[in-house]
């Protein structure tokens, strides 16, 4: 199956895709982890994303377009693959249409998870992240074992830049600008599937599982 998980920042679908890759074998094609990879690492990249990432701006579409063309050339997305974070607009989608045709593939789904924006900050505001594995916590309802520090990994956990203040609230705003179109362009095609994505993460995961097990 191939499929885009959509939904504002914060809904939850890195988690969701991370289920998706575990359980399914789904290869997972997450753009702000490869760019922040990419920052981390500090290549020519990273150095022209940088300030975008930190900012809550969304990255040009030629740069995230090479990324998601040479990444779905891999030979592994062959077994199913589940986007997590892009299309974000219009042009993307389109973007994306071009590369899967050029590569024989097709979409089947596009799952979009929904909350409220009260949630949506909720969740940002309480986010960390394991800046060395990328184990995703949450303060209050997925704390690690031992405060700040992964539970996975050992390394102290850190609040991403973008997850703060004012820029949660602009990334919700670009949200409705600029990815409230690529969401219709999907529904338009019948290919768009709303998830109700409160709740825990295994509930959500539950419901994208019987939403995913009717559509195959
Ligand atoms: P995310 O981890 O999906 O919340 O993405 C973090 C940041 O990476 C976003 O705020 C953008 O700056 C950038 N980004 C990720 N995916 C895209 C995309 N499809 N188009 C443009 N920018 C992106």
């Given at each position: 199956m191939n499929v885009v998980l959509m939904g504002m920042p914060g809904v939850g679908k890195g988690t969701q895709a991370e289920w998706l890759e575990r359980e399914n074998g789904l290869s997972r094609i997450a753009t702000g982890d490869m760019l922040r990879e990419a920052v981390q690492q500090g290549t020519p990249l990273g150095r022209r994303v940088r300030e975008y990432l930190e900012s809550g701006q969304l990255v040009p579409d030629d740069m995230v377009g090479e990324l998601i063309g040479r990444r779905l050339g891999n030979s592994e997305v062959r077994r199913g693959f589940v986007l997590d974070?892009?299309?974000?607009t219009r042009q993307q989608v389109v973007l994306l249409d071009r590369v899967l045709d050029r590569r024989g593939l097709r979409l089947d789904a596009a799952l979009l998870l929904t909350a409220s924006e009260q949630d949506i900050v909720r969740r940002l505001e309480g986010r960390r992240v394991c800046p060395h594995c990328r184990k995703v916590y949450h303060l209050a309802s997925r704390p690690p074992k031992s405060a700040g520090v992964c539970d996975a990994c050992g390394a102290a956990l850190i609040q991403r830049a973008d997850d703060s203040g004012e820029v949660v609230l602009d990334r919700i705003r670009l949200y409705g600008e600029r990815t409230s179109p690529a969401l219709q362009a999907y529904r338009e095609r019948g290919l768009l599937h709303e998830i109700e994505g409160g709740g825990r993460p295994d509930e959500v995961h539950r419901r994208v599982r019987e939403e995913l097990e009717r559509l195959s």
């Amino acid at each position: 199956m191939n499929v885009v998980l959509m939904g504002m920042p914060g809904v939850g679908k890195g988690t969701q895709a991370e289920w998706l890759e575990r359980e399914n074998g789904l290869s997972r094609i997450a753009t702000g982890d490869m760019l922040r990879e990419a920052v981390q690492q500090g290549t020519p990249l990273g150095r022209r994303v940088r300030e975008y990432l930190e900012s809550g701006q969304l990255v040009p579409d030629d740069m995230v377009g090479e990324l998601i063309g040479r990444r779905l050339g891999n030979s592994e997305v062959r077994r199913g693959f589940v986007l997590d974070g892009f299309p974000r607009t219009r042009q993307q989608v389109v973007l994306l249409d071009r590369v899967l045709d050029r590569r024989g593939l097709r979409l089947d789904a596009a799952l979009l998870l929904t909350a409220s924006e009260q949630d949506i900050v909720r969740r940002l505001e309480g986010r960390r992240v394991c800046p060395h594995c990328r184990k995703v916590y949450h303060l209050a309802s997925r704390p690690p074992k031992s405060a700040g520090v992964c539970d996975a990994c050992g390394a102290a956990l850190i609040q991403r830049a973008d997850d703060s203040g004012e820029v949660v609230l602009d990334r919700i705003r670009l949200y409705g600008e600029r990815t409230s179109p690529a969401l219709q362009a999907y529904r338009e095609r019948g290919l768009l599937h709303e998830i109700e994505g409160g709740g825990r993460p295994d509930e959500v995961h539950r419901r994208v599982r019987e939403e995913l097990e009717r559509l195959s």
